[in-house]
Nanobody
Framework: QVQVEESGGGLVQAGGSLRLSCTVT????????RSWFRQAPGKEREFVAA????????YYADSLEGQFAISFDNAKRTVYLQMNSLTPEDTAIYYC????????????????WGQGTQVTVSS
């Protein structure tokens, strides 16, 4: 069994930054990919970023590359999402997921999910 837990969300002013953390425990290995998705009210869950297992290659939604950065600390079993220059449009619940069985940008291809952490950006 795999457990996924996000933290680090909160309220931030436009232009500010936040760093989200996601700890994955249980029957998991370094080879598992990890990702971040987000879901705003009334919208579908959308891909934010992903990082591959062993070689830690990173992938981003086109609109977020350069603004967000995903990284992984294997010793801590934690994946991070550094978010900069935040705008109210970034307000959403941010979800962490691990173990991908298909396309990294498709939510349905990820098996294990956390409960999400709320990020609210005020104008």
């Amino acid at each position: 069994q795999v457990q996924v837990e996000e933290s680090g969300g909160g309220l931030v002013q436009a232009g500010g930054s936040l760093r989200l953390s996601c700890t994955v425990t249980g029957r998991t290995t370094r080879t598992y990919w990890r990702s971040w998705f987000r879901q705003a009210p009334g919208k579908e869950r959308e891909f934010v970023a992903a990082i591959s297992g062993n070689d830690e290659r990173t992938y981003y939604a086109d609109s977020l590359e350069g603004q967000f950065a995903i990284s992984f600390d294997n010793a801590k079993r934690t994946v991070y999402l550094q978010m900069n220059s935040l705008t109210p449009e970034d307000t959403a619940i941010y979800y962490c997921a691990t173990f991908n069985s298909g396309q990294y940008y498709q939510a349905q291809d990820w098996l294990y999910w956390g409960q999400g952490t709320q990020v609210t950006v005020s104008s």
